[in-house]
């Protein structure tokens, strides 16, 4: 499932296996920095995605601990911004199959939120 | 066609600026350290003045441009370098141009970073050095400040320029002069060929989204083209604006930074 290939490159830092799990067009929004003041993000893309990730998690902008998937769309964790946990979830609100549990199904729209 | 004043043009960004203005027609009067029209150390109050002096000898009827581009990275090179270059080397110089930009109407731009953007500059630094501005008591403070956190040094200065620009805008308008500022982002130099591993990787991790693909390294006729236009008349209604020249490394990273 996508979910598990989307934690697998989130826990491995890996920008571009991290951006492959998206579709060409996609988004995703992470509306837990707010919590530690700074910027929340909105990425449009999968190659913004790629390349904000690849900040991120060269300069300790972003690291997911203890990830708990929950099921195909969701996945609980520790979200770490510079050194500051906040607890969140993100949450697959579409993908290219519709139930995001086949083979080769890319995400389309994901959310980040404060658990 | 006009007269373009520009520091540290002898390489890099400057250089690539000086040779297309020169390509449009304009006279372009390159000041640096070395290999300068007018040879001077613009970290020096005593080498401000000499530059100045010289510049207002020889054009006493005014310029049309003042473009301070002259400045250094952190990293290798002492603290007070970079404050003294980076910040009162383009604020003092800008200052004791205004007359000769007043008598025709001219414009100054200054060279900041897109790294102000980024969070690595000391908002006490830009704080000392845009509100209290007096240079030998900052440069005592940081005498003892280990070189190798130059590069938030750099960003500080760079932050505190570009917020000096905002602040003077509006009167330097008022008076018929247009100040504005360019932020580049990382620019491919004869450094960035032999950098260390670890460097590339964190040069690499900022990307430049319009080189999608490729080294994320803007080149400097791209930066070049940018500060030629908005130091021309033809950028007549554009004051008081920090231009990121980045390809979009700003947008990538602080897309909600609308204003």
Redesign the interface.
């Known amino acids: 499932m996508v979910i598990n290939d989307f934690v697998a490159a989130m826990q491995a830092k890996d920008h571009r296996a991290l951006a492959a799990c998206f579709a060409e067009e996609c988004r995703l929004v992470d509306y837990c920095p707010s919590q530690v003041k700074r910027?929340?993000?909105?990425?449009y893309g999968r190659?913004?995605i790629e390349?904000?990730y690849?900040?991120k998690?060269?300069?300790g902008g972003f690291t997911m601990h203890d990830p708990r998937v929950v099921n195909e769309r969701t996945v609980n964790f520790y979200a770490d911004y510079h050194g500051t946990l906040i607890h969140a979830l993100a949450q697959i609100e579409n993908c290219t199959d519709g139930t995001c549990d086949r083979d080769g199904s890319l995400i389309q729209e994901l959310v980040v939120r404060p658990a | 066609m006009g007269i373009y004043v520009i520091t540290g043009a002898s390489s890099g960004i400057g250089a690539k600026t000086a040779e297309v203005l020169r390509e449009r027609g304009h006279e372009v009067v390159n000041i640096d350290l070395n290999g300068g029209d007018i040879t001077a150390n613009l970290a020096t109050k005593e080498g401000r003045a000499s530059a100045l002096a010289a510049l207002h000898k020889r054009y006493p009827d005014g310029i049309d441009a003042m473009i301070c581009n002259a400045g250094v990275s952190g990293g290798k090179v002492p603290i007070s370098l970079i404050i003294s270059l980076n910040y009162f080397g383009a604020t003092e110089m800008a200052r004791g141009v205004f007359d000769l930009l007043e008598k025709r109407g001219g414009s100054c731009t200054v060279t900041s970073s897109n790294s102000i953007a980024q969070g690595a500059a000391r908002m006490d630094v830009a704080g000392m050095l845009n509100n209290q501005a007096d240079e030998d008591r900052i440069l005592a403070l940081v005498k003892d400040v280990d070189p190798a956190v130059g590069h938030v040094y750099y960003a500080s200065t760079k932050y505190a320029l570009a917020r000096w620009v905002r602040r003077m805008s509006p009167e330097w308008g008022s008076r018929g002069v247009r100040l504005n500022a360019v932020a580049p982002g990382n620019v491919r130099t004869a450094m960035t060929a032999n950098m260390l591993p670890e460097q590339r990787a964190a040069m690499e991790a900022i990307p430049v989204p319009t080189h999608f693909g490729e080294e994320p390294l803007m080149e400097p006729i791209e930066v070049a083209n940018a500060i030629a236009f908005i130091a021309s008349p033809e950028a007549c209604g554009i004051n008081g604006v920090v231009l990121f020249v980045d390809g979009g490394t700003d947008a990538l990273l602080n897309s909600e930074k609308v204003y």
Do not use: T
Request: avoid cysteine; glycine fraction near 0%.
């Open positions: 910027p929340n993000a909105f990425l190659n913004a390349m904000f690849h900040n998690f060269m300069f």
